[in-house]
């Protein structure tokens, strides 16, 4: 699956998902001061392999708002979540992303899936590179990712 995200001028970014054998979907991005969620959703999606919002599009579900999957992507959603709070607010230990991470999802009511102390330093250091790739483009040029 490939993942065009494209910096526009406004209030919004773009996302266009290709997927074999499916057409083209896009998706407005609100800006929010730092890389797209769905960019957040990449960078978490591709450390743990399985659950989240990108998983359940590749298997063939609309890239939509509306994505409905199950226990496991929504603590992948709390997990992206609580990598966004940290690029907003600053890093904290990855004990402390990892407890609030726990807490979130036991406060929605849904198991957390494991992340190690490894897996938070990984994902950190994808954003880190996604966050440099994307402030480096200038307007209406485009970051490709595969999945």
Known sequence: MRLIFTKRDGKYDDLLVEREGRPP????????????????????????????????????????????????????????????????????TAEALIASYEHACCARGHPAVPVSRADVENIRSRIDDLTARWSALPLNASLTLEL
């Open 25 to 92: 979907e896009g998706i407005r991005c609100p800006k929010q001061g730092i890389i797209p969620h769905d960019m957040v959703h990449y960078a978490v999606e591709s450390i743990l392999v399985g659950g989240g919002f990108l998983s359940l599009v590749a298997q063939g579900q609309a890239a939509a708002f509306g994505t409905v999957g199950g226990d496991p992507e929504e603590a992948v959603e709390r997990l992206v979540e609580n990598f966004q709070a940290e690029m907003w607010g600053g890093r904290v």
